[in-house]
């Protein structure tokens, strides 16, 4: 089993930034992809930003592209997610997950984190 743990997140106003780490432990062989889920009141859970563990390939829904970035900090082994211009339309509970294969497919995601809150005011 892989387990996450999640820090970062708050409250922040329009056109602000916030960046988000999640630490991996456990079965951490285990992992192909790591990715940033998030779940707003209503709606349902989407894949907001991934990443293939081996070549650093990346994913991002479109709504984020040219204001999120995801990486991965090999020293810390850690993940984290900037972002940046945030809108009020990304509030959402935030939630780091792995994958043991596929990085783009959002059923493969098997691990989760606890979630962590995001704020966007306007």
């Known amino acids: 089993q892989v387990q996450l743990v999640e820090s970062g997140g708050g409250l922040v106003q329009a056109g602000g930034s916030l960046r988000l780490s999640c630490a991996p432990s456990?079965?951490?062989?285990?992992?192909?992809?790591m990715g940033w889920f998030r779940q707003a009141p209503g709606r349902e859970r989407e894949l907001v930003a991934a990443i293939a563990w081996n070549d650093g390939s990346t994913y991002y829904t479109d709504s984020v592209k040219g204001r999120f970035i995801i990486s991965r900090e090999n020293a810390k082994n850690t993940m984290s997610l900037q972002m940046n211009s945030l809108k009020p339309e990304d509030t959402a509970v935030y939630y780091c997950?792995?994958?043991?294969?596929?990085?783009?497919?959002?059923?493969?995601?098997?691990?989760w984190g606890q979630g962590t809150q995001v704020t966007v005011s306007s």
């Open positions: 997950a792995s994958s043991g294969s596929h990085y783009t497919i959002p059923t493969m995601y098997n691990s």
């Open positions: 456990g079965r951490t062989r285990s992992i192909y992809a």
